[in-house]
Structure formats: C-alpha cells, structure tokens
Nanobody
C-alpha cells in the first residue's frame, strides 16, 4: 500500500507551493508527516500532524509551512510559503496508521506508509 502524493513543482524564492497526500480509507491514520531529502543529504522530518490536530515543525520551516489534514477524506496537505532555495528537495509523505482489517481481526498493527516523492525546486 502506497500513499498518493501530488503537488510540488518549481518556484522562485519567496513563492509558494502546495503538496498533498492521500491514504486509502482502509487505513486509520494516527500521525501524518512530511519528510524531505535534498541532494547529498539525509532525509529529514519537515512537519507532522496527529489525528487530533497537534502539529510539529522543524525549526527551519516554522512560520512558513503549514501542515493540515482532512480526516473525512484521509488526506493531508502541506502549504509552503516564503520558499527558500534551501527548501529544494524531494518531499515524501508519511502516515502511521492501522488498517481497519487488522482491527476487525483483533490484531491491530500500526505501521508506516510512504508516498512516492514529489520534487520541490526553489530557484534563487
């Protein structure tokens, strides 16, 4: 099972982009997250949001990025404003959740799901 990511693109410094991620309805999401990996660097956490709406951001994006989720649609969105060249990276969406099937089987199993990467390029 893979999450479906969309969005990203090319923008000049100071501009805005959005990225979305969708999960199958069969997965009950506890925590959504966005990670990014720039060329030659390790993957890093960008932001997370819990099912209850609690958000966490890495320091470098605080005040510029906003993560949100739509529990009814099982989707998540990352709004990126005031983008900087150092935000250039492949962004990966992540969801930690439990499938309804495993709950119904009385064997709830929480695991991580990933989407395909979406490229964000910010030109100076």
């Amino acid at each position: 099972v893979q999450l479906q990511a969309s969005g990203g693109g090319l923008v000049q410094a100071g501009g805005s982009l959005g990225a979305s991620c969708a999960a199958p309805r069969s997965i009950n999401i506890n925590v959504w997250g966005w990670y990014r990996q720039a060329p030659g660097k390790q993957r890093e956490l960008v932001a997370t949001i819990t099912a209850g709406g609690k958000t966490v951001y890495t320091d470098s994006v605080k005040g510029r990025f906003t993560i949100s989720r739509d529990s009814a649609k099982n989707t998540m969105h990352l709004q990126m404003n005031r983008l900087k060249p150092e935000d250039t990276a492949v962004y990966y969406c992540n969801a930690r959740g439990i499938t309804t099937a495993s709950i119904m089987a009385d064997k709830p199993y929480e695991r991580d799901y990933w989407g395909q990467g979406t490229l964000v390029t910010v030109s100076s």
